[in-house]
């Protein structure tokens, strides 16, 4: 019984140091990226609306009674909706 300890013993320790490996690499690449947090069009100042205009207000995406002014994120760290004007459709 012993033997086949032995023999499973390199095969864990190897399997957990590759999780662990992985683990650390897949934290690395996805806190330090350089990617923006939020979306590229806020931060400039276009409008976020589909026709280029400025968002009346921001809604919480999972609560929407809870509206904001300003582009906010939950607490989960969900960016808030625009909330829109209705615009005519030309023809």
Do not use: H
Not at 20 to 30: A, E, N, Q, R, T
Not at 33 to 50: I, L, N, Y
């Amino acid at each position: 019984m012993s033997e086949i300890d032995s023999q499973k013993s390199p095969i864990v320790l190897v399997g957990a140091g590759m999780l662990i490996g992985g683990l650390v690499l897949g934290f690395l690449f996805s806190e330090y990226s350089g990617k923006e947090t939020s979306s590229p069009a806020v931060e400039r100042g276009d409008g976020p609306c589909p026709d280029g205009t400025k968002a009346l207000s921001w809604r919480n995406p999972m609560n929407p009674a809870i509206t904001s002014s300003v582009f906010a994120k939950d607490e989960m760290g969900m960016d808030y909706l625009p909330i829109c004007s209705e615009t005519k459709k030309r023809e």
